[in-house]
């Protein structure tokens, strides 16, 4: 079982950069795939972006391509979403996720395994 925290949402303006974290349990956070995704009110679950075990690859929706960029550090058990040039449209539920091993379609929801509650984001204009 493996237990996700996410961390680091707020409410800030366009254009400003936020931070998240996502905290894991565990001793083998390097066998999992790590993906972040965000819902807003009345909309489905969307891919935001996702990284391979050791970050050798990652993967973006483009949407946030160029503005969003994600990283893990395996040593902390920990992923993180940093969010620059933020939009009212980038408001939602930011949730993590992570999925044992290897395979494609990260960015799809029904790959991944575990899953946090979600820190919510609000971008004011």
């Known amino acids: 079982q493996v237990q996700l925290v996410e961390s680091g949402g707020g409410l800030v303006q366009a254009g400003d950069s936020l931070r998240l974290s996502c905290a894991t349990s565990?001793?083998?956070?390097?066998?999992?795939?790590m993906g972040w995704f965000r819902q807003a009110p009345g909309k489905e679950r969307e891919f935001v972006a996702a990284i391979t075990r050791y970050g050798a690859r990652t993967y973006y929706a483009d949407s946030v391509k160029g503005r969003f960029t994600i990283s893990r550090d395996n040593a902390k058990n920990t992923v993180y979403l940093h969010m620059n040039s933020l939009k009212p449209e980038d408001t939602a539920l930011y949730y993590c996720?992570?999925?044992?091993?290897?395979?494609?379609?990260?960015?799809?929801?029904?790959?991944?395994?575990?899953w946090g509650q979600g820190t919510q984001v609000t971008v004011s204009s």
């Open positions: 565990g001793r083998t956070f390097d066998s999992y795939a």
């Open positions: 996720a992570a999925r044992y091993g290897l395979g494609p379609g990260l960015s799809r929801t029904s790959v991944y395994d575990y």
